[in-house]
């Protein structure tokens, strides 16, 4: 089986670095893939946004599979594309179609369709820059803190969490009237403020029935103690040790199943993985967001879980046949630990000359901002470079293992946290 797989970062090289361990994989194709999938497979010099060369690359390399790593072609509505194209039909995506993917895509529909279908989640308003001056006046009802959400993709830098009234009303005038985020904050949505500690649940769904995949805890905040602003992901550990049977019962009967009710009673078929990112509130689950895609860094701590032929997995989502599959879970804890390029998640400067790849011992390397620079030497491209992953019997094995290789891994101006599952 040949399978195309789009994206660049760390959750790409996690799902590459499992698909190869498939024995009914022939060939696996990585656009754009980075340094660490080249490993694995083979790169390709493939935007996954460039809908037409994506196409190409799968006529010219006999592809039967396309398995869409990052959120934006899926918004962008790559498996619409293909549905709708004579020539590449045939070719099952893992991923939603254009209106699944709004549930990543839009905030505001995200809560609204939480809202219609009984979903545990903050209370909300949604303001654009004509209602500026009303979503002022809605903050003098509010009692800090308050969260601000872009309605749209921000790269997972578009929430911000002011303490006063003061905060938010400038940072909701820099959002809607400064488009701090550009056509993302085009729409900004006001949220009260959940007390608690949050968890990152995942699925697998051929559209019809489910399977619930390992449980992680991310990391967002640059800074020991979460503090400073909000990354891509510092870190993530799985198993998470609050989240067992009571628990994860309330996520699935309150949150997963309304879920994929809703999905259904609104005509959307959704084949591909979801992402329930949760808070704990007093041992209840409240839903902060959907992702349509695996999370990142999540899927480098819990796809090494899960003991399944991960290939089989993908084929019997895209064939509708995940009731046939019992998911098996490794107990070993993962933790990941992410090596940032200084800077990050502001500027920050690439191709600093990475060293020491070969020194991290039992630990997985899953490479996220990474380049081959002219003459062969992995080189940093990004502000994410490389997640440091490793087992162990238990959390603080596994974190020490990780934080004994991360010193290990040298590269001009790296940064990572030395706290990561410091709330568990």
């Known amino acids: 089986m040949n399978i195309l797989l ?11 670095w499992k698909i190869a361990q498939s024995p009914s994989l022939e060939r696996l194709f990585i656009a754009p893939g980075n340094a660490g999938t080249a490993a694995t497979g083979t790169n390709l010099p493939v935007s996954p946004n460039d809908f037409p060369a994506v196409k190409q ?11 869409v790593g990052p959120e934006e072609p899926l918004v962008r ?12 039909r045939h070719i099952p995506v893992i991923g939603p179609t254009k209106e699944g993917a709004r549930l990543e895509g839009s905030k505001d529909f995200a809560k609204e369709f939480m809202t219609r279908h009984g979903i545990p ?49 400038a940072e909701l005038t ?56 909000n990354t891509g992901g510092m870190g993530s550990v799985s198993p998470v040790p609050f989240a067992r049977g009571p628990f994860l019962e309330k996520v699935e ?13 609104e005509g959307i078929r959704y ?52 009731d046939r599959i019992t998911l098996e879970t490794d107990p070993v804890t993962y933790a990941s630990v992410m090596l940032v390029s200084a800077g990050y998640p ?29 003459e062969g030497q992995v080189i940093t491209s990004g502000g994410r470079v490389i997640s440091v992953t490793s087992p162990g019997a238990d959390l603080n094995e596994a974190l020490g293992l990780s934080y004994a290789n991360a010193p290990v891994i040298t590269f001009d101006g790296k940064y990572y946290r030395s706290d990561i599952g410091f709330d568990l």
């Open 121 to 169: 989640t903050a209370t909300y308003r949604t303001f654009t820059k004509a209602s500026l001056a009303v979503g002022i006046r809605f903050l003098d009802t509010c009692s800090p803190p308050l969260v601000l959400k872009a309605d749209g993709l921000a790269a997972g830098k578009g929430v911000m969490i002011c303490r006063t009234r003061e905060e938010a009303a």
């Open 253 to 265: 009967q309150r949150v997963i199943i309304p879920t994929m009710e809703g999905l259904k009673a």
């Open 77 to 88: 509505g790559i498996h619409d594309f293909f549905l709708a194209d004579p020539e590449i």
């Open 174 to 229: 820099a959002m809607l009237d400064g488009a701090r985020f550009g056509e993302a904050s085009s729409k900004v949505v006001i949220e009260q403020f959940l007390e608690g500690i949050e968890l990152s649940a995942f699925i697998i769904t051929d559209g019809l029935t489910y399977r619930i995949l390992p449980e992680a805890k991310d990391y967002k905040k640059i800074g020991e103690g979460d503090t400073g602003p």
């Open 57 to 67: 690359a799968c006529l010219e390399y006999r592809v039967d599979m396309l398995v």
């Open 6 to 16: 789009l994206g660049s970062g760390g959750r790409e090289h996690a799902i590459a």
């Open 271 to 322: 084949r591909g993985f979801i992402f329930f990112g949760l808070m704990n509130v007093q041992g209840d689950p409240y839903v902060i967001e959907y992702n349509c895609r695996l999370g990142d860094p999540e899927t480098e701590s819990v796809l090494p879980r899960i003991r399944n032929d991960f290939v089989a997995l993908l084929k019997s989502a895209a064939d509708g046949t995940l």
């Open 346 to 374: 502001d500027k920050y400067e690439k191709g600093k000359r990475i060293s020491g790849l070969d020194r991290a011992a039992g630990s997985l390397l899953f490479h996220a901002g990474t380049a081959f620079d002219s």
